[in-house]
């Protein structure tokens, strides 16, 4: 088993900027496909990006392209999501995941086989 654990979460006016953080429990977790999603109360989860298990190939949804940024550091077990010119409809529970079995970005819930806890993000306008 692996643990997630997200942090960096918070409340910020539009506009500006958070940087969440995933570390997981073992390092098995620097060969999974890693996942950013968010939801809010009444919707579906959805990807917000995801990064191949050596970051060289990253997918960004279309509503977050060009002012987020994913990346990882295996060496320290953490998947960051760095998330700049933040707008209020950016608010929900941010969540990471981990794809055990692919070598490429996922997009689909179903991939994923570890799922962190989550950590609200707010956006003020």
């Known amino acids: 088993q692996v643990q997630l654990i997200e942090s960096g979460g918070g409340s910020v006016q539009a506009g500006g900027s958070l940087r969440l953080s995933c570390e997981a429990s073992?390092?098995?977790?620097?060969?999974?496909?890693m996942g950013w999603f968010r939801q809010v109360p009444g919707k579906e989860r959805e990807v917000v990006a995801s990064?191949?298990?050596?970051?060289?190939?990253?997918f960004y949804a279309d509503s977050v392209k060009g002012r987020f940024t994913i990346s990882r550091d295996n060496d320290k077990r953490t998947v960051y999501l760095q998330m700049d010119r933040l707008r209020p409809e950016d608010t929900a529970v941010y969540y990471c995941?981990?794809?055990?079995?692919?070598?490429?970005?996922?997009?689909?819930?179903?991939?994923?086989?570890?799922w962190g806890q989550g950590t609200q993000v707010t956006v003020s306008s």
């Open positions: 990064i191949s298990w050596n970051g060289g190939s990253t």
């Open positions: 995941a981990g794809d055990v079995d692919s070598d490429r970005p996922r997009t689909a819930l179903s991939d994923y086989d570890y």
């Open positions: 073992r390092r098995a977790s620097s060969t999974f496909t």
